[in-house]
């Protein structure tokens, strides 16, 4: 028997590995000590734990473990990113370059920054989500100070042409940012290789604990520094203090280390999965995918469905957990401003679905999941004027409603 509801939903969080928990359960007891007590052995041990963590994370990445700041998660990562490069280089400049895409966590960090003073370009994407790099280049300006690009979307799973975007950096001097929190554990993120210089992640869309993620902080070629958003005890090499969550770290650096060694697999057997859903949910008449599909996360798909309600559609679907780009399931009353951002109608955006699996997706759960969307669509469309008008070759764009 099939357990509902189905969670596909990966996107907005992953449940958490057994073997992840079984790793932290000893530094909420037994091994409880504060990792800056360096007196007694109850710090040295919560002290070892960290570095052991801290190697495992900056592992998957490519990165040394001094590189590595601990946060509360990737909101407070771009926050320290973005807020920080901007107090740190005030005298170089005072432009970002950020594409309006970007998770709110980056996007409100820059509006902060703007009413400091700070001048902000979001470039905008072309209808597959990707950016133009032309774009990109002309937008630097003798001013600019970072260029900050995510590395796979959240709501579409498009991944940005990452290396093409460090070399331009590179070549003007400018720091690069990523915001690689849908990536990082899902596909191989190598930050040398890839020329990053900062990078912001978070372990509860890594099959661990909510409540702590990372910044990678280049330390060589160049050296990058940050202003401390979060000031008190020096913790993090100055950029982050206050007592550092052991328990939750210890999980971080255990997540990392079952993707660094399960990535490539559950890649191939989440794409696989997705795939088959992709192709049979575009088998519904009016069905679109949003965003690149050559250029995607592996588990990722977003689907609109035309001449669907959003809600109706959402409520049609009540056994399986998926996100909306409808108002009425999310807290703000726009739809997603990532697909408007598209060029997409809201109507194709109120109607949309993301799908997100995860580790524990089962091809089940899949099969379930191609009935019931299937299944809630045709029946809307069957009691749908708007529907019928549209069979009947009526261009709903030229009708004129009549005022009541
Ligand atoms: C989830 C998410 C965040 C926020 O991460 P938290 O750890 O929940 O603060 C930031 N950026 C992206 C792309 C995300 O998907």
Redesign the pocket.
């Known amino acids: 028997m099939l357990n509902v509801p189905i969670y596909l939903d990966n996107?907005a969080t992953t449940p958490m590995d057994p073997r992840v928990l079984e790793a932290m359960l000893p530094y909420f007891n037994d091994k409880f000590g504060n990792a800056a007590s360096r007196n007694h052995a109850f710090g040295w041990n919560a002290e070892e734990a960290v570095d052991y963590a801290r190697e495992q994370v900056a592992k998957l990445i490519n990165a040394s473990p001094k590189e590595i700041i601990f946060t509360s998660?990737?909101?407070?990562s771009?926050n320290l990113a973005l807020k920080g490069i901007f107090e740190m280089y005030a005298r170089k400049g005072n432009h970002i370059i950020t594409v309006n895409t970007e998770?709110k966590?980056v996007l409100d960090s820059c509006k902060h920054i703007e009413k400091l003073g700070g001048k902000v370009t979001y470039l905008e994407p072309a209808v597959d989500g990707l950016i133009n790099l032309e774009d990109l280049e002309k937008a630097i300006t003798p001013e600019t100070i970072v260029i900050s690009v995510?590395y796979g979307n959240?709501e579409i799973g498009v991944l940005q042409p990452i290396e093409e975007i460090s070399a331009i950096a590179r070549k003007h001097g400018i720091l690069f940012h990523s915001?690689a929190?849908?990536a990082v554990g899902k596909v191989p993120v190598d930050v040398q290789a890839q020329n990053i210089d900062l990078m912001?992640f978070?372990a509860?869309?890594m099959y661990g604990p909510k409540g702590v993620?990372a910044l990678y902080v280049r330390r060589k070629n160049p050296r990058v520094k940050v202003t401390a958003q979060v000031d008190g005890g020096g913790h993090e090499r100055g950029m982050r203090s206050g007592t550092l969550n052991v328990p939750g770290i210890v999980g971080f650096g255990k997540a990392c280390e079952l993707c660094m060694n399960e990535m490539e697999e559950e890649a191939k057997k989440l794409s696989k999965m997705r795939d088959r859903l992709e192709a049979e949910l575009l088998k519904v008449e009016e069905s679109y995918v949003n965003g690149s599909v050559e250029h995607r996360l592996p588990h990722v798909t977003n689907i609109s469905f035309k001449h669907v309600e959003g809600e109706g559609l959402m409520m049609g679907i009540k056994d399986l957990a998926v996100s909306s780009g409808s108002a009425c399931t999310s807290a703000s009353l726009e739809p997603s401003y990532v697909l408007k951002n598209l060029g997409l109608d809201d109507d194709l955006a109120h109607s949309s679905l993301r799908f997100g699996l995860g580790r524990f997706t089962t091809d089940e759960e899949i099969d379930y999941a191609i009935d019931h969307v299937s299944k809630a669509v045709n029946k809307l469309r069957d009691m749908s004027p708007l529907w019928e008008m549209f069979k009947e070759g009526i261009d709903l764009k030229t009708v004129e409603w009549q005022e009541h």
């Open positions: 996107n998660g990737a909101t407070e771009n998770h966590a995510m959240n915001d929190t849908q912001s978070t509860h869309k993620g």
